[in-house]
């Protein structure tokens, strides 16, 4: 069955430090990857995709992720966590190159920053 | 340039009630998609519109939920009767194309409903 498991339910990292947030997935065809952030009263805002090419990708806000297919995995990183970056992250996959793809999603991940 | 907007943004109605949700998508956007997520759990693909047509409905919950997309324009989520099992939140999301490989789905805030 397709799916996305995102094993943390909620971390809590100190402003400055590293952040790390696991997804990991099970899907068919050729993945196409997404993680997406929902601030408080916000809707979902794409940080990133991967759908081919280097597997280190850039997003905005300063994170990054990287696809492994040997691990099925596309965690996201950011060097240093900023007290704005607290909200849920949502790790998501879709069908590559189909004509209209529904997103399969995690459960999310919801980060707080200590100070 | 105008986002994805969802009307309302909070609806609280009593069980056996019907209650209508409204997506605008960004202009010129092919694809609409409706989502939603029960509390605790995952946000879940309900359907997929093309223009006006409806492209993928195989994630509507049952017979009690009717999405429409008048000339392809905006959408309309209605449920009727409403049950609590229908409570949660209720994402729109948009994009370019009728092949969207490499488009980004905008999404919009939600609407929370709460049936009660």
């Known amino acids: 069955a397709q799916s996305v498991t995102q094993p943390d339910i909620h971390i809590t990292v100190s402003e400055g430090a590293s952040l790390e947030l696991r997804c990991n997935y099970s899907y068919g065809a050729t993945p196409y990857l997404f993680w997406y952030v929902q601030s408080p009263g916000q809707g979902l805002q794409l940080l990133l995709k991967y759908f081919s090419g280097d597997t280190l990708v850039q997003g905005i806000k300063g994170f990054e992720a990287e696809f492994k297919r040997s691990q099925s995995s596309f965690n996201l990183r950011k060097p240093s966590v900023h007290w704005s970056d607290a909200a849920e992250y949502f790790c998501a996959v879709g069908a590559w190159a189909s004509a209209g793809t529904a997103l399969i999603f995690g459960k999310g991940t919801t980060l707080s920053v200590s100070s | 340039e105008a986002g994805v907007t969802q009307f309302p943004s909070h609806s609280v109605i009593e069980k056996g009630q019907t209650v209508t949700l409204r997506c605008d998508p960004i202009?010129?956007?092919?694809?609409l998609y409706w989502y939603r997520r029960v509390m605790g759990k995952e946000i879940k693909f309900l359907l997929h519109f093309v223009k006006e047509s409806k492209q993928d409905e195989s994630g509507m919950p049952n017979n009690r939920f009717l999405a429409e997309r008048t000339g392809g324009t905006y959408s309309t989520l209605k449920v009727q009767p409403a049950e609590l099992e229908d409570s949660g939140v209720y994402f729109c999301?948009?994009?370019?194309?009728?092949?969207?490989?490499?488009?980004?789905?905008?999404f919009g805030q939600g609407t929370r409903l709460t049936v009660v």
């Open positions: 999301a948009s994009s370019q194309g009728i092949r969207d490989l490499g488009s980004e789905a905008f």
């Open positions: 202009s010129g956007h092919d694809n």
